[in-house]
């Protein structure tokens, strides 16, 4: 499966509920975002060199979320169940996303913003 469509399976909430728009840009690297007029909520990856953050812009400014700081249990239970050899053999992705989604989940508050972003 694709790393679009486990991302979009896990976080299709923010679309359906919240209505962001979807967005991938290919371009050293890949970047997955959620947008709406007050800002975005966007994933950079690339593979290559074992670079990935998570990244809010709302209001001029931008935060980078440390997901580790928000579930260092299950962040930390995660990359120690695979590690080594694991890592070769199988496909993570979907464990990964299931934590972050998670995550997003949880940081959506009362008021209707995700770190900051305002989703409504």
Known sequence: MKT???IRNHLSFLENDFGLVFELIKDKGSTYSYKNEY???EYYEWMQFGES???IYFDNECRTINMINEAPK???KYNHEFKGMKV???DRR???WQIIETIVRKNINDSGTL???KLK
């Open 4 to 6: 679009e469509t486990i």
């Open 39 to 41: 800002g975005k909520f």
């Open 53 to 55: 953050r998570f990244t």
């Open 74 to 76: 299950d962040i930390g």
């Open 88 to 90: 070769l053999f199988k």
């Open 94 to 96: 979907e464990q990964y």
């Open 115 to 117: 770190f900051g972003l």
